[in-house]
């Protein structure tokens, strides 16, 4: 077991964002919160959600050579996508249709 904190795992994220897709689902009862705050930690401990193969392993490719991280979910039955810039500087949760 890793002796890093919740905190230290997720810091690589830089600033967390929702689009306003994202907002309108919590805020209308799809999902909450807490739920939300599960898929940006797993996408933050490397479980990519939804995804094949081939986009997991360049995400792991990514994460050593500073490239953009994109991560697929299923958010109560919507999908969502939540990508870290290649900067790290944010991280951003939003609807496919919103990219």
Known sequence: MSDKTIEDKLKWLGALYTSKGINELVK???????????????????????????????????????????SAYQFEGVEIWIITEADRARTTALLPSEY
């Open 28 to 70: 209308n009862g799809h999902g909450n919160g807490l739920a939300l705050a599960s898929l940006f930690y797993r996408h933050a401990i490397g479980d990519w959600g939804d995804l094949e193969d081939e986009d997991y392993q360049l995400n792991n490719e990514m994460l050593i050579k500073g490239g953009r991280i994109l």
